[in-house]
């Protein structure tokens, strides 16, 4: 079960150094079904930047729960 939260602390670390490409997706996802093609869309900035926080909230959690599976239970 650790496994899953060693995951999630390794996609957390992801997603602070390279926040731009996953927010990017997000938006050509949102942009399905508008004239605007996916190519041309950019994500804002403040979506990047919540991507970033996300990122050590991931990390923070997942580790929690590595340390509580392994030596708390």
Do not use: C
């Amino acid at each position: 079960m650790s496994s899953i939260f060693v995951g999630n602390v390794a996609v957390g670390a992801v997603l602070v150094r390279y926040a731009y490409p996953p927010s990017r997706i997000s938006e050509q996802l949102d942009a399905v079904g508008s004239e605007t093609p996916p190519h041309a869309v950019e994500p804002a900035d403040w979506k990047v930047n919540l991507t970033k926080v996300w990122g050590p909230g991931m990390v923070v959690l997942g580790a929690y729960f590595v340390v509580y599976g392994l030596f708390l239970q």
